[in-house]
């Protein structure tokens, strides 16, 4: 069935160094991959998105690659701050109705 | 409006009780969506609205009955429910099912059940 696998689960840096996170999805029908943050208590907020005609997308300090063939997707974030501290989810979506799968998060540490 | 708004944001509920969780938008959006969301772990769909009709149930028990009155609302009934029920319930919506485009989520509502 669809699956969406992520890792690593945790991941600790130090301010201002890089942190990557690293998503795969089963579903080839597999058309859009949004990556979420979520603080403590909070919704879960869309920082960067891209779809699968898009090989790579940049905001400011977040991007995201894709590679179809390879069924992979990553999260890239510079110059870390102790506010990008949170869970951070993938997910990958089709055209079938919406519904979005989401990988099992990565709880990302940003040390001062 | 750019907001998905959820009602209440805390709710404790007795396993005979009967409760409703609410969803609202006001940007148009045509796609509603039910999650459920337990600690450190992922959302859950349970329902998809699209075009305010039932599009996707995920194979959800009876004792969560969702509905869509019409385009800018969407509640989820609740009855009789479980302790291993209390979890962060989210709605989310989108411009349309089959396109994804502003995937927004609500801030939910965290639900015990007693």
């Given at each position: 069935?669809e699956?969406v696998?992520q890792?690593?689960?945790?991941?600790?840096?130090?301010?201002?160094?890089?942190?990557?996170?690293?998503?795969?999805?089963?579903d080839?029908?597999?058309?859009?991959?949004?990556?979420?943050?979520?603080?403590l208590?909070?919704?879960?907020q869309?920082?960067?998105?891209?779809?699968?005609?898009?090989?790579e997308?940049k905001?400011?300090?977040?991007?995201?690659?894709?590679?179809?063939t390879?069924?992979?997707?990553?999260l890239?974030?510079?110059e870390t701050?102790?506010?990008?501290s949170a869970?951070?989810?993938?997910?990958?979506?089709t055209?079938?109705?919406g519904?979005?799968?989401?990988?099992?998060?990565?709880?990302?540490?940003?040390?001062? | 409006?750019?907001?998905?708004?959820?009602?209440?944001?805390?709710?404790?509920?007795g396993?005979?009780?009967?409760?409703?969780?609410?969803?609202?938008?006001?940007?148009?959006?045509?796609?509603m969506?039910?999650?459920?969301?337990?600690?450190?772990?992922p959302?859950e769909?349970m329902?998809v609205y699209?075009?305010e009709?039932?599009s996707?149930?995920?194979?959800?028990?009876?004792?969560?009955?969702?509905?869509?009155?019409n385009?800018?609302?969407l509640?989820?009934?609740?009855?009789?429910?479980q302790p291993?029920?209390?979890?962060?319930?989210?709605?989310?919506?989108?411009?349309?099912a089959?396109?994804?485009?502003?995937?927004?989520?609500?801030?939910?509502?965290?639900l015990?059940?007693?």
């Amino acid at each position: 069935g669809e699956n969406v696998e992520q890792h690593p689960s945790t991941l600790s840096v130090q301010e201002g160094d890089s942190a990557v996170i690293k998503c795969t999805y089963s579903d080839s029908a597999s058309n859009y991959f949004p990556w979420y943050k979520q603080e403590l208590g909070k919704r879960p907020q869309l920082i960067i998105d891209i779809r699968s005609n898009v090989g790579e997308k940049k905001d400011q300090r977040i991007a995201v690659t894709l590679n179809k063939t390879a069924k992979h997707f990553s999260l890239h974030i510079t110059e870390t701050q102790p506010e990008d501290s949170a869970v951070y989810f993938c997910a990958a979506g089709t055209h079938q109705g919406g519904k979005l799968i989401f990988g099992q998060g990565t709880e990302l540490s940003v040390k001062p | 409006d750019t907001e998905v708004t959820q009602t209440p944001k805390h709710l404790v509920m007795g396993m005979t009780n009967k409760k409703s969780l609410k969803c609202e938008q006001h940007m148009g959006h045509r796609a509603m969506y039910w999650y459920k969301q337990k600690a450190k772990k992922p959302p859950e769909l349970m329902f998809v609205y699209s075009y305010e009709k039932l599009s996707i149930n995920e194979s959800v028990p009876s004792r969560f009955s969702p509905e869509c009155p019409n385009s800018s609302l969407l509640n989820l009934h609740l009855h009789a429910l479980q302790p291993e029920d209390s979890a962060l319930y989210l709605c989310a919506s989108s411009r349309r099912a089959e396109t994804n485009y502003g995937y927004t989520f609500g801030s939910g509502t965290r639900l015990t059940v007693v």
